[in-house]
């Protein structure tokens, strides 16, 4: 399923090489760097998590709850999450393997004191005068990703070990890269994702909020897709649907793309014209035994409001009533927003919040020799 791309103003501190800036953090290629932290309840800016990182054949996306009480539990694995990556990641040296974690609105608050993001909140449900974009719980993301399953199974394995009994597992997708990047539907996916410096600006947060910059906000959804009337379809009305050419990838030229085309609907732009951005590493996933096809989308961004004006497009329309054809293809069955801090956030996180003044977990962590 096609996604489209957010390039907004923004642009992450300057830790010295860009690269660095944008790679370091919870990944086997890339260790985290040392550095000194500020005051315990001031959030700061830090090394960005593998949000940029590059594609890869293999990942699993886990989004749990976290059960009351459960709390104590993942503050405590937040700090160890770079250790199980470099651990599980030596096995296959090469492996790529990376853990990109996502924090939801609702845990947020039970998790960490102090501040929180300035744009963190719940995924809103957008109901359409013929299809739904759900929101469906979700307080962590796990988003795994390597260049073999292996990798993958193995640190989720790990995560999910050291959160038994802290929380819920409330979705498991398991995707592949399949041929030639394209999705179940046929389509090569993630054409228009940015590069280099524009990816820098449509993913990094920078200084409209100081005191997360360097983080991201990602919003996930999965979508399960109708094959048998997907291919009842000719390949133009599939083209149309879609608003590129199936085999050569080629965008359709505005002039002559139908009413409803995903590619006319994902397309955004600021006020001053230029178009905005977001980064995709959608997934194709499925169970034949369920006949379970479908696609991960997933779409990392400086701010959320560019994923929500796409979707708001796609579900109730553009101009309103004319919603995205591929909806009629493919069904929203989650949706979910997450704030994600940067690697040096979770290496050294909040206390968590006390209501009788005694000290948090935070701070015996910070306090230990």
């Known amino acids: 399923m096609q996604t489209p791309a957010v390039r907004p103003a ?35 800016a830090g090394a960005s998590q593998e949000v940029l990182g590059p594609l890869t054949g293999s990942a699993i996306f886990l989004v749990v709850t976290v059960d009351p009480g459960g709390e104590p539990v993942v503050a405590e694995l937040l700090p160890d999450l770079a250790g199980l990556v470099r651990a599980v990641g030596f096995r296959v040296p090469g492996g790529g393997l990376t853990c990109v974690t996502g924090i939801g609105s609702d845990a947020w608050g039970r998790l960490f004191s102090g501040p929180r993001p300035a744009e963190l909140h719940p995924f809103a449900e957008l109901a359409g005068p013929v299809h ?3 929101a469906t719980p979700g307080d962590l993301l796990f988003h795994i990703r ?35 990047q394209r999705d179940l ?48 379809l000719t390949v133009e009305q599939q083209e149309d649907a879609v608003g590129r050419r199936k085999l050569s990838d080629i ?82 069955v989650t949706g979910t927003l997450f704030h994600v801090p940067t690697a040096d956030f979770l290496d050294d996180p909040p206390p968590l919040p006390s209501d009788d003044g005694s000290l948090g977990i935070g701070d015996l962590k910070r306090s230990a020799p």
């Open 10 to 44: 923004r642009h992450a501190p300057d830790n010295g090489d860009p690269q660095t800036a944008i790679t370091s953090g919870v990944g086997h290629d890339t260790p985290v760097p040392a550095r000194a932290g500020p005051p315990v309840s001031a959030p700061r």
């Open 185 to 232: 539907l046929g389509f090569v996916d993630g054409t228009e994702n940015p590069t280099g410096e524009d990816a820098r600006a449509a993913v990094v947060i920078g200084d409209e909020d100081p005191g997360f910059a360097g983080g991201s906000y990602v919003i996930v959804q999965k979508y399960l897709h109708d094959m048998r009337a997907w291919n009842a």
């Open 132 to 134: 739904t974009a759900p």
């Open 251 to 332: 965008e359709i030229p505005d002039g002559m793309k139908a009413p409803g085309a995903h590619v006319a609907l994902t397309s955004i732009t600021g006020p001053d014209g230029e178009e905005r951005e977001i980064l995709r590493d959608n997934m194709p996933f499925g169970n034949l035994r369920d006949g379970e096809f479908g696609t991960y989308f997933i779409g990392y961004s400086a701010t959320p409001d560019v994923t929500e004006e796409m979707l708001r497009n796609m579900f109730l329309g553009d101009p309103p009533g004319v919603h995205d054809r591929l909806l009629d293809f493919s069904t929203a």
């Open 146 to 180: 390597a260049h073999q399953m292996d990798l993958c199974f193995e640190l989720a394995a790990q995560i999910m070990e050291r959160l038994a009994g802290a929380v819920t597992v409330v979705d498991e997708v398991h995707g592949f890269r399949y041929f030639e």
